[in-house]
C-alpha cells in the first residue's frame, strides 16, 4: 500500500504555524494535492476536535512519522476555499504576522468555519399575486410599511421582476411582519428562487443615467483589461455611485462579477435600493447583520458563480469570485474598513492585493481620501481620476465659520446658528446638526468642591444619559444609576458640562416646538429598524431637524437638507492622535456635504474657537485637497505615515508591570535585531492614551521604519522570540501593522 500523503492543515489557534497530519482514511489516487488543497479536515488537536484547512500536501514532515495522527474526517471533496483566496489568506498571514489558521477563520463565515456541509438551503422569494398588481396603494394607507412594500413590489413588477428574494426586501428596511401582513391578504405568494439565476433578461433594470464629462471620462478611463487600482475622488454627491453603477454593468456585460464594499450597510439602504434597482442581475448583500445561515448562503452563492453582485462591509473583501471583474471600495478612507480587534487587517490595502493577484481594476472612491491614498496617487501608484463638480443640478453648499468667541450660546448653539434654522425651517425645508458625542453631556461636576464622575473601571470619565437616566462609560461599557448627591461634599449641585446628542435634541425641540427632531446616534438607532423609520420620515421631505453623530455623516443623499451645522468643530485638533486633523477635515466635509445636494443651494455653519487656525482655513478656503497636501507635508516632516511604517505593539495586563516589562524585552530584542538609527526608531514602552481601560493598564511600542520590507523582516525575527518567553503569557499582547487608532 502506498504510504499515505501527508497534509499541512491550518488551524484555528493562536500558533503561528501550520500542523501535520495523515490523509490516512483516503485512497491514493485522490491524495493530489490538488484535490486536498483548500479542503476542510476535521482533526484531533490535544483534546479538541477542530476544522482547519489543508494548505499543502507534502512528502515529509519534520514530526517523527509514527507521531503523526490521521485526520479524523474530511469535510470537502472539492475545494472549499479556491487557491487564489487561499494565496490571499497567506499573504494576509504574513503581512499582520497573525496566525494562518485564524485568518482562515475570519474569511470563511462561522458555519463553514466549524465543520458544517457546504451545501445552500432553498432560497425564499414573494411574488405579487394578480390582486397584488392591481390594489391600489391608498388602500394600505393605515400601514404607511405596507403601503410602502406593496409599491416596492408593483414598480418592480413594471419593471419586469416577478420574484423578489426576502433577502432583498429585508436589506431595504422591511420586516417580516409587513410581508406576513400583504400575504394575508392575499396580495402576495411565497415562492423559492432558482439558484441558476436567469441571465436571459436584459442587464439593465433601469436606464442609466447619461454621465457628465468629468463622470465619463473617469468611467473611460478604467482598464477593465487588467490590474490598476484607481482613486476617484469625487466631491459629495458628485456622481461616485453612477460611476460604480456604470463600471458594474461593463463587467457584467463581460460576465464577470463585481464586489462592492462599503462601510456600513444599515445606514445607506438608499444605496442598495439604487443597486437593485439596476440591475436584472443577482445581487449578495453580505454584512454582520446576517444570521449564520445567511452569510453561508451569500458565501456559497457567490462561490457557485450564482451571484454576480455581491455588496459587503469590510470581511466582504474575503469572498469567492469565480468570475471576478472589478473590486470597488466606497468611502475608501472610512476607518471601519480596518479591524481593530484579532486579525487587525486593512479591506482596503487587501483588496489592493487581491485585485492585482487577479489582474482586475479596484476602484477607490471617496469626497476625503486618506491620505495613504492621496500619497499612492501623487506618486503614480494608484491611477487619480476627479469628480471636482457636483453632479446634476445641485451647487457646492456655502461654508461660513462661527467665531465662538465671546458668543452667547444656548447650550452650546449659537445664536447666529439658531436664526439659520429657524430660516430654513420656515422655509419648509430641512436641517442637520452634527455633534460627535452621544448622551446628554460628557461631564458630570460638583459646583461646590469640583468632583467629578468617573468611571471605576478606567481613566475616563462617565458621560451623562438622559434617555434613560443612568451614567454611562463609552470605553468598557459600565453603566450605573444616576448621582444626585455628590460623593465627596454631599452637595445637590451637579452640573453637566459640556453637550452631548441628548441635549442638543432637548435644546431644539424646546426652541422649535412645532417641528420634529429626529436624534441618530448609537443608542437612538439601535432598536431593528430604527434607522429605516428616521430615514423615511426624512425622505418624506417635511421640514426637521436631525441631530445626530457621524452616523449621519456616511453617505446619505438627503434631498431636502439645505443647512448643516457643525457645533463643535475644535475637538479634532487637540487629538493626541496624529491622524486627528485628518479625520477632523474627513469629517467636516462630509457632514458638509450632506447639505444641499439637490436643486436647493445647502449652506454650513461651522462653530469653532479656532476660526484662524490654518489647517481649518486651508480646508475652508482651499478644499480638502489642498488641506491634504498641507497635511501629507507635515508626516513628512514628522516622519510619520504614509512616508514611514508603523508597527504599535500593545499590551495590557492587570498588573502594570507586566504589560511594562513584556514591551521593554520586545524593545531590547528589537534592538537586538536592528538597531535605533534614522531607518528604525523605536518609541516606549509608552502608556496609551487611555493608561488604564476595563481594570486594564495599557502601554505600547511604537516601531518605525522607513521601508515596509525592514519593518516586516524585524518582526518576522522579533514575534517568534517574544513568543517564547515567559513574560508573554503574563500580559494580553498583539501586534498591529499600519495601526489607523494609536489608543
Ligand atoms: P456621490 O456618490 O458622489 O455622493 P451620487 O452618485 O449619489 O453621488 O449622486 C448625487 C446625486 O446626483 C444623485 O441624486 C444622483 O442621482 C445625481 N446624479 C449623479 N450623476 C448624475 C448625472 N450624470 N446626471 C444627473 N444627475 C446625476
Ligand atoms: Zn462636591
Ligand atoms: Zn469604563
Known sequence: MPEPAILAVALPTPLRKTFDYLAATEPAATSGADTWVGCRVAVRFGQQRLVGIVVAVKQNSPVDPARLRPIEQRLDLTPLLPNELLELCQWTAN???????????????????????????????????????????????????????????????????????????????????????????????????????????????????????????????????????????????????????????????????????????????????????????????????????????????????????????????????????????????????????????????????RAQKLQIPLLLGSATPSLESLCNAYNQRFQLLQLPHRAGAANPPAIELIDLKRQALLEGISQTALDSIDQRLEAAEQVLVFINRRGFAPTLMCHDCGWI???????????????????????????????????????????CLGQGTERAETVLRERFPQYPVLRVDRDSTSRKHAMQSILDQVNRGEPCILVGTQMLAKGHHFANVTLAVILDADSGMFSTDFRGPERMGQLLIQVAGRSGRASKPGKVLIQTHLGDHPLLQTLLRQGYSEFAKLQLRERQLTQLPPYRYLAL???????????????????????????????????????????????????????????????????QQLLPQLEQSALSRRARWSVDIDPQDMS
Open 95 to 353: 503581512y499582520y504576522h497573525h496566525p494562518l489558521g485564524e485568518v482562515l477563520a475570519t474569511a470563511l463565515p462561522a458555519g463553514l468555519k466549524l465543520g458544517e456541509a457546504a451545501e445552500r438551503t432553498p432560497v425564499k422569494a414573494w411574488q405579487l399575486t394578480t390582486a397584488g398588481c392591481q390594489a391600489a396603494p391608498q388602500s394600505l394607507a393605515r400601514s404607511p410599511r405596507q403601503r410602502a412594500l406593496l409599491e416596492e413590489l408593483q414598480q418592480r413588477h413594471q419593471a419586469g421582476q416577478e420574484l423578489v428574494l426576502h433577502s432583498d426586501l429585508l436589506q431595504i428596511g422591511f420586516q417580516n411582519s409587513n410581508l406576513k401582513s400583504l400575504q394575508d391578504k392575499q396580495l402576495l405568494t411565497r415562492q423559492q428562487a432558482n439558484y441558476s439565476p436567469d441571465r436571459s433578461q436584459p442587464l439593465l433594470r433601469q436606464e442609466p443615467l447619461a454621465l457628465n464629462p468629468d463622470q465619463a471620462s473617469a468611467l473611460e478611463q478604467i482598464d477593465f483589461s487588467g490590474f490598476a487600482t484607481y482613486l476617484l475622488h469625487g466631491t459629495t454627491g458628485s456622481g461616485k455611485t453612477e460611476v460604480y453603477l456604470q463600471a458594474i454593468a461593463t463587467v457584467l456585460a463581460a460576465g464577470q462579477q463585481a464586489l462592492l464594499l462599503i462601510p456600513e450597510i444599515g445606514l445607506t439602504p438608499q444605496m442598495l435600493k439604487r443597486f437593485q434597482l439596476r440591475f436584472n442581475r443577482p445581487l449578495t448583500i453580505i454584512h454582520s447583520g446576517l444570521s449564520d445561515g445567511e452569510r453561508k448562503q451569500a458565501w456559497l452563492d457567490a462561490s457557485n458563480g450564482d451571484t454576480d453582485i455581491i455588496i459587503g462591509t469590510r470581511s466582504a473583501v474575503f469572498t469567492p469570485l469565480p468570475r471576478p471583474g472589478i473590486i470597488i471600495i466606497d468611502e475608501e478612507h472610512d476607518l471601519s474598513f480596518k479591524q481593530q480587534d484579532g486579525l487587525r487587517y486593512s479591506a482596503r490595502d487587501l483588496a489592493v492585493i
Open 453 to 495: 464622575a468617573q468611571c471605576a473601571h478606567c481613566d475616563a470619565r462617565l458621560t451623562v444619559h438622559q434617555q434613560p437616566n443612568h451614567l454611562h462609560c463609552h470605553h468598557c461599557d459600565h453603566q450605573r444609576s444616576p448621582i444626585k448627591r455628590c460623593p465627596n461634599c454631599h452637595s445637590l449641585q451637579l452640573n
Open 649 to 715: 505593539l500593545r499590551a495590557e495586563s492587570k498588573r502594570p508591570e507586566n504589560a511594562i516589562e513584556l514591551l521593554n524585552l520586545a524593545r531590547q530584542l528589537a534592538l537586538a535585531c536592528h538597531p535605533a538609527v534614522p531607518q528604525m526608531s523605536y518609541l516606549g514602552p509608552l502608556p496609551a492614551p487611555m493608561e488604564r481601560r476595563n481594570q486594564r493598564f495599557r502601554y505600547q511600542l511604537q516601531i518605525n521604519a522607513g521601508s515596509r520590507a525592514q519593518l516586516h523582516h524585524l518582526l
